[in-house]
């Protein structure tokens, strides 16, 4: 097990995409294990392989209190989403910033664990939103890419200049 480091905005390989799982083995399985332990550290309530620089489509979440309801997802699709949600987002790779973008409120979609096993899976409220930003994750896409250019230019810049000052 090992706490990884997360990729801060606005490093390029927070765009990559990242590509299917092919092989369900146990370097798969270490990867889980690792994200759920650096998620459940930082602490956050999800996190995508993207954001610790390994590029295949593996994510996790834990939205509960307890810290005691992890949900992984490998290739993750969407099959359907509906309603409207509008909940104050934050990432771990963007730290201290907060703010509302455009998402569903309520998901299905398909998946597998880290067996391999397929399952759908339905979601809304936050773990819904969490899933559609970690899925964002996977496709190179941090949610501050729906905010105003003017607000990219300048969390970018406060940013940059944190990491500056903390390395
Ligand atoms: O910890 C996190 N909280 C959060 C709150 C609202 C919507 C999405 C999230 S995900 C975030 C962790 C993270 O950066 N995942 O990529
Ligand atoms: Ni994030």
Do not use: W
């Not at 146990?26 to 332990?37: F, G, K």
């Amino acid at each position: 097990m090992a706490i990884l480091q997360i990729l801060q905005y606005p490093d390029p390989r927070l765009h990559k995409v990242a590509e299917p799982v092919r092989s369900f083995d146990e370097n798969l399985r270490d990867l889980v294990r690792d994200l759920a332990e650096t998620m459940y550290a930082a602490p956050g309530v999800g996190l995508a392989a993207t954001q610790v620089d390994v590029h295949r489509q593996v994510l996790v979440a834990d939205v509960s209190d307890e810290h005691d309801d992890l949900r992984v997802f490998v290739n993750p699709v969407l099959i359907e989403g509906d309603g409207e949600s509008a909940l104050e987002e934050g990432c771990l790779s963007v730290p201290g910033v907060y703010d509302r973008v455009p998402r569903f409120e309520h998901i299905r979609g398909r998946a597998y664990d880290a067996s391999g096993n397929a399952f759908e899976f339905e979601a809304t409220g936050l773990l819904s939103v969490c899933i559609q930003h970690e899925m964002d994750h996977l496709k190179g896409r941090v949610f501050v890419d729906y905010l105003s250019r003017l607000k990219q230019n300048r969390i970018a810049a406060k940013l940059r200049k944190q990491q500056r000052h903390t390395g």
